[in-house]
């Protein structure tokens, strides 16, 4: 193996710049090329490569977003664009790819292993809803906005007296929503993979009220349901004075945490030593908090399972 190229593809995420970091200063004090690609598996097709040295990873490891680009690019299902991507990475003598991204990323990444490129993919996602991994690259840097946000909206909920129902990022997973809920002290935290009565939290909410509570917080998974929706179905069983927030897109960027930048750096280091070992089509996860790798293909019949205990733990501290 002589070159390998990298792309990052979906939603960024805080980390990935370190994990692109850590791939490149792996592979050339492994004396492999790298060469980065732009706007994901779109770029690849375009053609949208270039030559990385130790440099071009300089002062890179504290930012947010991904100074290669994102794009979501569902053109890649298609074989004749695979085909396109292919014939780029052998005009660039490109040999293997790491991929940082989420599921769909890793969709992109096993087509190019079935033409012959080994290919691995790191977890880079704030979502953390990938299998075989207890956490994604971007997941406790969106963690701490979000609690640093709702920490704010909790300011002026008690300065009113007021419930807020706040919206975060996750897709179908419930994650984000269950490690800010406890993190924040929620009255409710609603995620879609645990039953909930609407009604019920109503009357956990005024009953707060009735006992000195001056504010009221229900971290909602954007999974379940829109934030104004839920919030109006609440004010059906109470009599206080509730606002929707959607806490959006901040939750992707910002400066990556501690966690988040070691992350993405030991993972980056491993898939270099995958491919080095001639290994591809492997998805990298941490798991018990060692490194691990899984075939990309178990990923997809695969369910990641979060920390539900933490649900039943925020209820009773709820109380
Ligand atoms: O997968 C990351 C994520 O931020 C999800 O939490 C969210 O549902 C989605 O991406 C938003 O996608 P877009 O950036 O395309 O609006």
């Known amino acids: 193996m002589k070159r390998i190229g990298i792309l990052t593809s979906g939603g960024d995420a805080p980390g990935m710049n370190a994990a692109i970091r850590a791939v490149t200063r792996t592979a050339l004090a492994n004396d492999i090329e790298v060469f980065g690609i732009h706007y994901g598996f779109a770029g690849l097709v375009a053609g949208d490569i270039f030559q990385m040295t130790s440099e071009t990873v300089a002062d890179k490891i504290n ?31 490109i040999d293997a790819l790491v991929v940082i991204g989420g599921d769909g990323s890793y969709h992109g990444a096993l087509r190019l292993t079935e033409h012959g490129y080994n290919a691995i993919g790191l977890p880079g996602s704030i979502d953390n809803d990938i299998p075989y991994t207890d956490y994604t690259i971007g997941f406790d840097t969106a963690c701490n906005t979000a609690m640093d946000a709702i920490d704010k909206i909790r300011d002026t909920a008690t300065s009113h007296q007021r419930v807020f129902v706040v919206n975060v990022m996750g897709r179908e997973c419930g994650d984000i929503a269950l490690h800010v809920g406890v993190a924040t002290g929620a009255d409710a935290i609603v995620v879609p993979e645990e039953p909930y009565d609407i009604k019920e939290i109503a009357e956990n909410l005024k009953q707060g009220f009735a006992n000195g509570k001056k504010h009221g917080l229900v971290v909602l998974a954007e999974g379940v349901m829109d934030a104004d929706k839920f919030k109006d179905e609440l004010l059906k069983y109470g009599d206080f004075d509730a606002r929707a927030n959607v806490l959006g897109h901040m939750q992707r960027g910002g400066s990556p945490t501690t966690r988040d930048r070691v992350l993405a750096s030991k993972m980056g280091a491993y898939a270099v030593q995958l491919l080095l070992d001639g290994k591809g089509g492997l998805a990298v996860g941490i798991e018990n908090n060692k490194l691990s790798s899984h075939n990309m293909l178990d990923l997809f019949d695969a369910k990641h399972h979060g920390d539900y205990s933490l649900y039943s733990l925020n209820k009773d501290l709820a109380k």
């Not at 947010?64 to 003598?93: C, D, V």
């Open 63 to 93: 930012r947010g977003g991904t100074f290669l680009y994102s794009a979501r690019f569902p053109e890649f299902a298609e074989e004749a664009t695979q085909l396109k991507g292919i014939e780029q990475l052998k005009k660039h003598g």
